[in-house]
């Protein structure tokens, strides 16, 4: 007996001080955050923690009793803040509820008062904790989404101004230069979907060295034209597989040296170009066409796997010329090229927030059959010769266009959506012609190089709200049945604008709103910013309450975090002291991969990011004393993470961005889940027909540590989707390492399967033997912290289901 009230003691000494260390944190950190003008809970539950532990650890059951009070309290405190939301209560009452349980398994060991008293607090603390458990694990963890509308009813398949069409075949990064990303395929729907098996799996070989590790990020969209596949790897190795099988046909190396590589090690996609006139027997009659992270396009044949020989010099073009000092992994080209009447046109990623003295963002146009150079934008200069003549270059830190163009081959017109100047984050030293032109898609008239007009979706931007997604081309439907040539542009701050593609005028309402003012250049800041009527992505502001962790005290952290941040909303001007919040951040709304269109619904499949970034502007000394240097002196390594201790050099500032805004220790992020998902917007009406998070909770966790629950959360995303006749969406993307078939009408997902690497890129599917594949590049992604390989993977159904 006295061995076993030993352990008790110990027990309860134990359980008391856990609790007087929790409550002395929350009591201080709640002080602060009063005092910051922030929520009162935490300090006086952090006061009765202490009181409640000092009573436990002298064996006291009123410790007991006062616990369950306070935890009483806060479940009602926690529903009367948020509700019912089931992942917004998990900081206010998981980790309360796992120490009330230490509490009961305790009590019978503690001095008693009256036993009835004991049993008593026992059964309603029980009862408590079955109610909450109840709530948390129904409807409570169900993602909110909007009420599923009417679809819209089926019309005839809008007409295409590409000349690359999908359903056999797959011939451009967006399916054809519309960038729908829709196949009229249908053999894979709804009601087979759930038979979908591996059939195989190509590996490219190219996985990180020691030398790249940490750079690698895959993010490929093959083609596929007659027999072949044709995909290229982070280094730009390009191979032709065969469709049906997966075997390899030929394997072409451009021997692109590491130190080129910028951020990321990635090639999203290829071009696919055929010669009018040719002799489809000879050399290169049918080409592949490459940009990469070195510069150069390459043409190879694409049945052989040579090069062209006759194209620019044996076979390649440096597209570099004429730009000047570019150190490496300063100018590359990670996207695919775009062909608009015979004119290749390239843009380059130019490497974030490294100087203001950057290379050019000239936009060029190459013959695609002779690789000659056709024209070259230079929005400082547009009139000046194109290379620039001797002891010239093309104006250096404008705004570049790192993501690729859409081509509408009727108006011969090239859509670009351009990013920002060199230096995301201070605007006073761009000229007037880069404001102009910067976070704006411009069509350029691909015979001239000239702009036919462009449309701007922020004004001045130093949030880093650049233009990653491609325009996609539709015809769209008005009141009186005339469709109306135009495209759909998607945006990083969540805007979805409808733009007549022959003029650049919208079709549905855009409108200047006022916009916060302050912040470190007060004259700079436009007074007012363009919003669509349309549709946006983008939630609504963020508040205290909207913080979140795995506990109270992360919880409470990142409500101090928040209130010690400058934060207006949307468009909050950049400071230096304090953070400000950017939301979304520079990876949230729509990015790179795009959306897809289902021209014969009418329907709008949008995945999307909904993260805030954390930022600091970091005083040109502080930023010296840090080391924080561009890329071609004190940090010179290659890849890193973009915004995080970014010099700027030539601005007084450099940039730190806590992308995603993280929590301290734990990793996991301040704003409560989700943090991405996908909608279906009705096309000609704008309105949400359905929304939901996109993505499970099985990788994620504290410290790094996959959780494994299969738990809809809402996880970054980063890729897009494909949209078929056969009414199902197929995406992966996010960072689950799940790549999944969405009934387009209901927004469920009816099919999925596990990756053996991330998602992080758009699928395909095409048709090959008389058999439909869906094909995805698992390469993982470093940024997105999924796993990196190197696996090409095809699934068809059975043929007993098909």
């Known amino acids: ?284 009659a049918s080409r592949i066409i490459e940009g990469t992270l070195d510069a150069r396009l390459i043409a190879i044949d694409a049945k052989t796997g040579k090069r062209c020989e006759a194209f620019g010099y044996d076979g390649q073009v440096d597209t570099a010329t004429g730009v000047g000092r570019h150190d490496p992994g300063m100018f590359a080209i990670t996207s695919a090229p775009t062909i608009v009447r015979g004119v290749i046109v390239i843009g380059h990623e130019v490497l974030d927030g490294q100087k203001r003295d950057a290379p050019s963002g000239v936009i060029q146009g190459y013959d695609a059959q002779t690789g000659a150079l056709r024209w070259a934008w230079d929005m400082a200069k547009p009139d000046a010769s194109a290379p620039p003549q001797v002891g010239q270059t093309y104006t250096r830190g404008t705004p570049n266009m790192w993501t690729t163009a859409s081509g509408d081959e009727e108006l011969g017109l090239v859509y670009l959506p351009l990013g920002v100047s060199a230096v995301d984050y201070w605007s006073s030293s761009r000229s007037d012609r880069e404001k102009e032109f910067a976070t704006s898609l411009v069509a350029l008239d691909v015979t001239t190089g000239k702009p036919a007009w462009h449309f701007q979706t922020v004004h001045n931007d130093v949030w880093d709200y650049d233009l990653g997604s491609q325009a996609t081309l539709i015809d769209f439907p008005t009141d009186n049945g005339a469709p109306v040539p135009a495209l759909v542009l998607p945006s990083k701050r969540g805007d979805i604008f409808v733009l007549d593609r022959r003029t650049g005028k919208p079709l549905v309402g855009v409108e200047e709103r006022p916009v916060p003012q302050g912040g470190v250049e007060p004259a700079q800041r436009a007074k007012t910013q363009p919003f669509s009527l349309y549709h946006t992505l983008r939630k609504a502001d963020l508040t205290e309450q909207d913080m979140w962790g795995m506990s109270p005290i992360d919880q409470m952290i990142c409500r101090i975090q928040f209130r010690q941040a400058s934060y207006k909303g949307i468009f909050t001007p950049p400071t230096a002291s304090p953070h400000w919040i950017e939301y979304p951040g520079y990876n949230g709304g729509s990015d790179w991969g795009g959306i897809a269109i289902d021209p014969v619904r009418d329907i709008i499949i949008a995945n999307y990011n909904d993260m805030p970034n954390y930022n600091r502007l970091v005083p040109r000394d502080e930023a010296n004393r840090l080391g924080w240097a561009p890329r071609d002196q004190a940090r010179g390594e290659i890849g890193g993470q973009e915004g995080a201790g970014d010099p700027q050099l030539g601005s007084p500032y450099a940039i730190n961005v806590n992308a995603g805004w993280r929590l301290p220790g734990t990793g996991l992020l301040c704003k409560q889940p989700p943090y991405g998902g996908i909608r279906a917007i009705d096309l000609k009406t704008g309105k949400t027909l359905w929304d939901r998070p996109l993505g499970e909770a099985r990788t994620n966790g504290p410290f790094g540590i996959p959780s494994m629950l299969p738990i809809t959360i809402g996880t970054p995303n980063n890729g897009g989707a494909v949209v078929t006749a056969g009414g199902l969406i197929f995406i992966a993307a996010t960072t689950d390492n799940l790549i999944r078939a969405i009934d387009i009408k209901t927004g469920k997902t009816v099919w999925k399967d596990v990756l053996p690497a991330g998602g992080q890129a758009t699928p395909i599917t095409y048709e090959a033997g008389g058999r439909e594949y869906l094909v995805i590049m698992a390469g993982g992604h470093h940024f997105m912290e999924t796993p990196i390989g190197d696996s090409l993977i095809a699934y068809s159904l059975p043929s007993t289901g098909r």
């Open 1 to 284: 007996m006295a061995q076993r009230y030993r352990a008790a003691d110990w027990a309860a000494f134990t359980l008391g001080g856990v609790m007087v260390l929790i409550g002395l944190v929350l009591g201080a950190g709640g002080a602060w955050l009063l005092w910051l003008g922030g929520s009162f809970y935490y300090l006086p539950s952090g006061i009765v923690l202490i009181v409640s532990g000092l009573l436990l650890a002298r064996r006291r059951v009123e410790g007991a009793w006062l616990y369950l009070l306070l935890f009483l309290l806060t479940l009602a405190w926690a529903f009367w803040e948020v509700g019912a939301n089931g992942w917004a209560l998990v900081p206010r009452t998981v980790g309360p509820a796992i120490l009330l349980i230490a509490v009961l398994a305790l009590t019978p060991k503690l001095r008693p008062i009256r036993h009835q008293y004991e049993a008593a607090a026992t059964i309603a603390a029980g009862l408590v904790l079955l109610v909450a458990t109840t709530v948390l694990m129904t409807g409570a963890f169900r993602p909110a989404s909007a009420a599923p509308r009417v679809m819209p009813s089926p019309t005839v398949a809008m007409t295409d101004p590409s000349p690359l069409k999908t359903g056999a075949d797959w011939s451009a990064y967006g399916g054809s230069y519309s960038a729908r990303r829709y196949s009229p395929l249908d053999e894979i729907n709804s009601t087979n979907v759930a038979k979908l098996t591996k059939v195989w799996t190509f590996h490219t070989g190219d996985l990180p060295t020691k030398n790249t590790k940490g750079t690698y990020g895959a993010e490929n969209t093959p083609l596929k034209v007659g027999d072949n596949l044709y995909v290229c790897t982070p280094k730009n190795i390009v191979i032709a597989v065969d469709a049906r099988t997966g075997k390899q046909i030929w394997r072409f190396d451009p021997r692109v040296p590491d130190e080129f590589i910028p951020y990321t090690a990635a090639c999203r996609g290829l071009a696919y170009y055929e010669l009018s006139n040719a002799d489809q027997g000879a050399a290169c």
